[in-house]
């Protein structure tokens, strides 16, 4: 593979870590031609899907702590002691904004790592192969509470991210992060994520006017400029398509990719009675007589609403059953040998039984979607009616894996058309090129794989913005 060389002496090509199915870097590969010569990721079905997907991509399958080396050297070999011109790296950090550094400290001490400092600190291989590989310019994909997270660093002190990544990168590059919706990058979805981006073009590093400051409230210089009007909607992404239910017709003939999970009855009767753009926990009407009801202000109350206070006739709330006896004086829910409410109340004649109350949690779970908005966003769960904003906002059911697709921009929509649209394919290669047989469902890992990822279109933008970057300056 013949590389071209840029003025700076790098080569135009990039490298991925945490891969995942590869997402992120179709934009990369198959919308700009910029070769991902490496890629990395941990998890053999998702490496499968880098193989078969990107045949010309040399993939690393492993932990990042380990290949560090093994990276590096292939891609000093491969560029012939010239430098990269992209890094991108999508660590799955969780960030961790109630994380103080004094409890990381105190882990340390009693000599264990948390288990979210552990998944947090997989930055710290990212910076290393930065170091050792000097690319013209390096993204990296967090969640965006990264930026108040704090973790173990390299001398096992407790560090935020931020200031390792100008403590480690700072005297090298310029480095820019700031949270960017993608809804405002015609992305149909909203999804905020934290961008990081480093340049180390010294035309363009002489650009930034406070070169201290790396966390910016509106997007600096480095990321490309958000459009906050005409933002594309869930209709104009969806609303063409073949209706289905999730009880009653689960796929499209003529769309094998149009298909959702069946939902149980019990959900399937609280999604049916619920309005677009609200929760099931809101399902206060009684379909019997129609009385309405008002939410009670306390939570034990609210628990104990799930039957209508005139005829007695369930609510379509979301409920589950819980054995217990009720306060007669507070109306808490009190576990079975209890002699005393939690307020201590004697709890006197207060019979053991099975108590129907109401799910625990927030209103945006066993949420509707808006059609005239973006998505909210896609995230693992997508097939998850119980998790943050996943119900259709008319039919009843979760989006399907067509839907997914294209509110992630991996197909085309009617207003948001891809050059790469269909091309990626779910299908696995193992090592050794043969097929490989993951032991999770393909549509899991579909919605898996999409979840975690970066828009394509999304990176478009970041990319397409960087070159102008350069050519504007250099
Ligand atoms: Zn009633
Ligand atoms: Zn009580």
Redesign the pocket.
Known sequence: MELKTLSSGAKLCSISLFSGGGIGDIALEWGFKIPVIVKCEILEERASLLRSNYPESKVFQGDIWDLKSEITNHVKTTLHKSRPWLIVSSPPCQGMSTNGAGRILKAIEDGKRSEHDERNRLILPSIDIIEELSPDWFIFENVPTMENTVISNENNLPENIMSILKRRLGSEYTIKASVLNFSNYGVPQNRKRLITIGCRINKIKQVDSNPNQIFTKKPSFLHPLPNTSNKITLRQTIGHLEKLDSKHKLFSLKEPLHRIPKLSDDPYWWITNTPENESAFNNLT?L??N?SHIRPETKQLDLLLVK?T??S?NLPRPTTYERGWICSICSTINKKYTRKCINLHQRNKAKLETIRRLVKGFDTSYRRMTWDLPAKTITQNSGTYSSDGKGHPEQNRVLSILEILLIQTVHSSSKVKVRWNGRYKFEFLSESNTLFNPTKSLDSIIRDVIGESIPPLGMQKIIEHLQQLEKKHC
């Open positions: 009684c019997n007589c009385t209508c005139k005829c006739e």
